[in-house]
T-cell receptor
Framework: DQQVKQNSPSLSVQEGRISILNCDYT??????FLWYKKYPAEGPTFLISISSIKDKNEDGRFTVFLNKSAKHLSLHIVPSQPGDSAVYFC?????????????FGTGTRLKVLA | DAGVTQSPTHLIKTRGQQVTLRCSPISGHKSVSWYQQVLGQGPQFIFQ???????GRGNFPDRFSARQFPNYSSELNVNALLLGDSALYLCASSVLGDAHSNQPQHFGDGTRLSIL
């Protein structure tokens, strides 16, 4: 049962334009959402997060939007740069019975074209 | 400041062997989590340790075990290795052991384990 889904395995965007990466989830108990970026041969790098009590969080070129009624999360990158080319993972945090863990989506490979 | 460090970076084992992977968290971080990432998938949660106690376990068999030491470093042990254990094993650390602190987990670069 895939509780966090990234339905687009890949996305290509022209440099300077907006990149929009999407994520859907099924568990209404998730209380915290994060985006990570991963380059080959490196571990995931934290980008931005949002609490379930908010609907938007912005950090520089990165903005995360949360639509709880739709159970949908998106990451906007404006303007996109070639260095943004990487695999992006959406993750949701859940705490149950004292266990705190992240559940990751399968990732979206973003390619920013110069 | 040093990030999360993992050793070794690569490892080749044969079926039935045992392996120990090591992780040093970011200084000041008391929580360590382990994840398994197979090709084409996102990381899958294996264990979380906080203040040297196991706080959670994912859907992995008993062949997987872990521990956290007084200096907050951690080891992941896998016994009776199977071909399906071939994966990237990621360690992540965070300041506290729960999400309510809103402190994200920071990942190391992982150990690439190949089973022949």
């Amino acid at each position: 049962d895939q509780q966090v889904k990234q339905n687009s395995p890949s996305l290509s965007v022209q440099e300077g334009r907006i990149s929009i990466l999407n994520c859907d989830y099924t568990n209404s108990m998730f209380d915290y959402f994060l985006w990570y970026k991963k380059y080959p041969a490196e571990g995931p790098t934290f980008l931005i997060s949002i609490s379930s009590i908010k609907d938007k969080n912005e950090d520089g070129r990165f903005t995360v939007f949360l639509n709880k009624s739709a159970k949908h999360l998106s990451l906007h990158i404006v303007p996109s740069q070639p260095g943004d080319s990487a695999v992006y993972f959406c993750a949701a945090s859940v705490t149950t019975s004292g266990t705190y863990k992240y559940i990751f989506g399968t990732g979206t490979r973003l390619k920013v074209l110069a | 400041d040093a990030g999360v460090t993992q050793s070794p970076t690569h490892l080749i084992k044969t079926r039935g062997q045992q392996v120990t992977l090591r992780c040093s968290p970011i200084s000041g971080h008391k929580s360590v989590s382990w994840y398994q990432q197979v090709l084409g998938q996102g990381p899958q949660f294996i264990f979380q340790y906080y203040e040297k106690e196991e706080r959670g376990r994912g859907n992995f068999p008993d062949r997987f075990s872990a521990r956290q030491f007084p200096n907050y470093s951690s080891e992941l042990n896998v016994n009776a290795l199977l071909l399906g254990d071939s994966a990237l094993y990621l360690c992540a650390s965070s300041v506290l052991g729960d999400a309510h602190s809103n402190q994200p987990q920071h990942f190391g670069d992982g150990t690439r384990l190949s089973i022949l």
